[in-house]
């Protein structure tokens, strides 16, 4: 009896000690486990934060740009602040803009511009900015494309205004950078040296205006909010464009129009918001005159 009870004590003895070494290996995994996540987490926020510290440099970049593309000074100093290990380049190629008129007689487009707008560009792990064509712009996995700030685009009261601002430079940029126009700017339209038509304003037709770029989204949603029209996309091409229609403008009816059959009808249709009036009077009564007949209600 007496041996074998000190053989179950021995026995008790040493469960002890493996006891203890099994709660240690599952705290330090746990540990690991928690290590592990807050560093993944870590670096989420840095990512973040780099790429708004970005943002804010790209639209401070903007504000002084136009500055020297719209000729309120010869040149400005701005400070591109690296993000963490991310830096900003120049990309000459990146993307396009182009302008055309379609004359509506004839259905016949002539090219009016077509110009390489490149862009200063921020890339980071899941974000990409771009400054182009005079705004900013911003790629984020999973969130798509968005306009930071706009470009130089104005179109109100059926007229177009569009000072299209291209960038070229040295490849790598960080720290102070020198922003200077590169040569005298270039009118392409009105001018009447290049085409006899290309004169303001425009009597009929429509003008197009095409741009490629990796924000081609953010570009035609840009568009339709700032023209109250839409903007067709084509995404094999990564292009959008949007379709502005010249007025026709008030139009004098020199005959009169007839028909013999008892039904049918007459359409007049304005172009975009514009509203679209007619008058009418009675020749049957009195002299049958429009100055004689034009306070009662006419027939059509």
């Known amino acids: 009896m007496g041996q074998a009870r000190r053989g179950h004590q021995h026995q008790r003895a040493q469960t002890g ?4 070494v099994l709660v240690f290996g599952i705290v330090l995994s746990g540990s690991v486990l928690v290590v592990s996540l807050g560093a993944d987490s870590f670096s989420s926020t840095q ?3 780099d790429a708004d ?3 804010q440099t790209l639209t401070q970049f903007d504000s002084q740009t136009a500055m020297v593309a719209l000729g309120e000074a010869n040149t400005q100093q701005v400070v591109l602040t690296q993000s963490g290990r991310d830096g900003y380049e120049v990309d000459d190629d990146a993307g396009w803009m182009r302008v055309t008129v379609t004359n509506a007689s004839n259905d016949s487009a002539r090219t009016i511009m077509n110009a390489t707008l490149g862009a200063v560009v921020y890339e980071g ?7 182009q064509g005079g705004g900013v712009w911003r790629r984020s996995a999973g969130d798509g494309t968005t306009m930071i700030s706009p470009p130089e685009f104005h179109y109100r009261d059926a007229t177009l205004t569009l000072p299209l601002v291209t960038v070229t430079g040295d490849r790598s940029l960080s720290g102070p950078v020198s922003v200077t126009r590169n040569g005298p700017s270039q009118q392409y339209f009105p001018n009447a040296t290049a085409d006899d038509d290309w004169v303001n304003p ?6 197009n205006v095409t741009v490629k770029s990796d924000y081609y989204p953010a570009w035609a949603r840009f568009f339709s909010g ?4 839409t903007a067709a996309v084509d995404h094999d091409n990564r292009t959008a464009t949007t379709t502005l229609v010249v007025p026709t403008g008030p139009q004098t ?6 028909a013999t059959s008892a039904a049918g009808e007459i359409k007049l249709a304005g172009s975009g918001s514009a509203t679209t009036r007619t008058d009418s009077y ?3 009564v009195g002299t049958g005159t429009y100055a004689d007949t034009r306070t009662d209600e006419g027939t059509v």
């Open 125 to 131: 792990d899941t974000t990409k900015l771009a400054y």
């Open 47 to 49: 990512q973040t934060l």
């Open 53 to 55: 510290r970005a943002e």
């Open 226 to 229: 700032r023209t109250d029209g």
């Open 17 to 20: 000690p493996l006891a203890i």
């Open 282 to 284: 009675n020749s049957s």
């Open 253 to 258: 009816v020199s005959n009169a129009i007839a």
């Open 202 to 207: 425009l009597e009929q037709g429509q003008v």
